[in-house]
């Protein structure tokens, strides 16, 4: 797309079993700052099987416009239609701007909208803003194991696409006094590409909740010790009504599902209170959770890098403190 016909920022509106993510709101907190910054426009794309009161959402939190495909094709998430649907409605209306999240919906077909369009995508991005000069989005991103942060442009392709991680961006407070449009359409199951169907889901089955949406996380690092060990760190989860989180090493070592992993290459969180036991702090850790409310670190080095970033530290054997803590939130201490 020429530069010079490109205008606009849209956000692409995820939605799982009819409802709206979390992540969509936060996109459109993102991109109603950069849009104002541009003196532009921002628009949610939606797309969904009966979902029209969802479009009136967005307007309230923060769109100025909503673009809404229905069809039974997007009731459940599929590559190919929606990454064509898409794709042929960003070369109509030519974007700017396109966002995403960087979640696994969003990791699994937004390339290939990037791929379509002939365009440039910045993945995982953790910051977002517009150059002052250039008017270019500058997405900034971890690299090379999250040991530096890359800016990165995209000066000539558009629209310029980014995807952007979970829980590290602010929404909006919800507004139902703001004016928008919301435009319709419809799309018939013979119009895009369907070489596959979805048969069934099946969900993973969890004793605790999903930790993106946990207001408190007790993660568990390499000093738990061993798998038997861990479930202390369940207990406590338990114990406070919270989720259960871990480090990549835990993972790695077979304690517990991916699922739990926090860090660069996991989850990122950012819950009211993250207790992490027996983490030592790395780097690639500490890109998945530093943005938390409060930090509450147990370790017995003195020296870890966790206690850098914790709001509260607790020098000390974990397989003392812990089972200690569980007895009083057991006891209503």
Known sequence: MDN?????????????EGRLSSVTHELLGAGRKLADDLGQKLTAVLLGNGMRPAADELIAFGADQVF????PLFDKFQDEPYAEALTRLAQEHKP?????????????????????????????CTSLEIDPDKKLLLGTRPAYGGNIMATIV?????????????KVMKP????????????????GENELTLRARVVNIVKEMEDTC???????????????????????????????????????????????????QVGQTGKTVCPKIYFALGVSGAIQHLAGMQSS?????????????????????????????????????????
């Open 68 to 71: 809404y495909l229905d069809s």
């Open 210 to 260: 999903n930790i993106t949406e946990a207001d408190i996380i007790v993660a568990g690092g390499r000093g738990v010790g061993n798998r038997e060990n861990f479930r202390m760190v369940h207990d406590l989860a338990a114990a406070i009504g919270g989720a259960v989180g871990a480090s990549r090493a835990v993972v790695d070592a077979g304690w517990v599902p991916y699922s739990h």
């Open 4 to 16: 010079k016909d490109s205008k606009n920022v849209w956000i692409y509106a995820e939605q799982r």
């Open 96 to 124: 700017a701007i396109f966002l995403a999240g960087a979640t696994a919906i969003g990791r699994s077909f937004i390339p290939r909208v990037a791929a379509q369009l002939k365009t440039g995508m910045t993945a995982d």
């Open 293 to 333: 409310d409060i930090i509450i670190a147990i370790n017995n080095n003195p020296d870890a890098d966790i206690f850098k970033v914790a709001t509260y530290g607790i020098v000390g054997d974990i397989h003392e403190v812990v089972p200690e803590m569980v007895k009083c939130f057991k006891n209503g201490a």
């Open 172 to 187: 909006l407070a919800r507004d139902d006094s703001r004016q928008g449009e919301v435009i319709e359409k419809t799309i």
């Open 154 to 166: 995209c000066p000539e392709r558009r629209p310029q696409m980014a995807t952007v991680r979970h």
